[in-house]
Structures are given as structure tokens and as C-alpha cells.
């Protein structure tokens, strides 16, 4: 069984930084990709950030390219989504996912078959 656990999320002003994790367990975590993904209140869950498992390719949206980044540690079976000049539209529900297999697109919700929890991002003006 894969579980995937968020923490580091948290409230903090525009132009500020946090990092987020997401732990993983349950099978060989560097043969899979992993992606974030955000739902802010009356919106639809949408990507933020995807890396691949064999090289580390990063994918990223184009809302947050440039200020979030995202990074994997196998040997820790841990990815880290550093954020930095937040921005309040950046308010959101942050969820970590995986896939069950392949990703053919990395930007496509369908594509992940595991969820975590989610950890509350919470940015002021």
C-alpha cells in the first residue's frame, strides 16, 4: 500500500518562502514519478510541479515557474517542493501524488493514482 505524507505547510506573508515534503512508502520510491498539486476554496484541483523517476526532469505550471522548486532525495524517499515569493493567489490545499505506473503526462490529474492528506498553504498580503 502507497502512502504519501505532506508536511511543512504552513501561513506566511507575500514574498516568503516555504518548503514543503512529502514522504513516501510502500514500494521502490525512485522508480516512480511524483507531482504536487493545489485546490484552493471553489476551485478545481490543479498541477503545480512533476519530476520524473529516472532522471529528475522537472515539470512545472507556468503560475509557478521561476519561484517554486521541485527536488527528490531517493535514498530518503522524500520530494521537496521549495517555494519562494509566494503570493496569496498561492493559497491552496498543497497534495502530493504519485502514479501507479507510467506517466505519459505529467501535468494530467488522471496520471496519479495515490494521494496524500494535503497540507494548508495559507499566504497574506
Known amino acids: 500500500q502507497v502512502q504519501l505524507v505532506e508536511s511543512g505547510g504552513g501561513l506566511v506573508q507575500a514574498g516568503g518562502s516555504l518548503r514543503l515534503s512529502c514522504a513516501a512508502s510502500?514500494?521502490?520510491?525512485?522508480?516512480?514519478?511524483m507531482g504536487w498539486f493545489r485546490q484552493a476554496p471553489g476551485k478545481e484541483r490543479e498541477f503545480v510541479a512533476a519530476i520524473s523517476w529516472s532522471r529528475g526532469i522537472t515539470y512545472y505550471a507556468d503560475s509557478v515557474k521561476g519561484r517554486f522548486t521541485l527536488s527528490r532525495d531517493n535514498a530518503k524517499n522524500t520530494v521537496y517542493l521549495q517555494m519562494n515569493s509566494l503570493k496569496p493567489e498561492d493559497t491552496a490545499v498543497y497534495y502530493c501524488a504519485a502514479p501507479s505506473g507510467i506517466v505519459v503526462n505529467y501535468y494530467a490529474r488522471g496520471e496519479y493514482d495515490y494521494w496524500g492528506q494535503g497540507t494548508q498553504v495559507t499566504v497574506s498580503s
Open positions: 510502500g514500494r521502490t520510491f525512485s522508480r516512480y514519478a
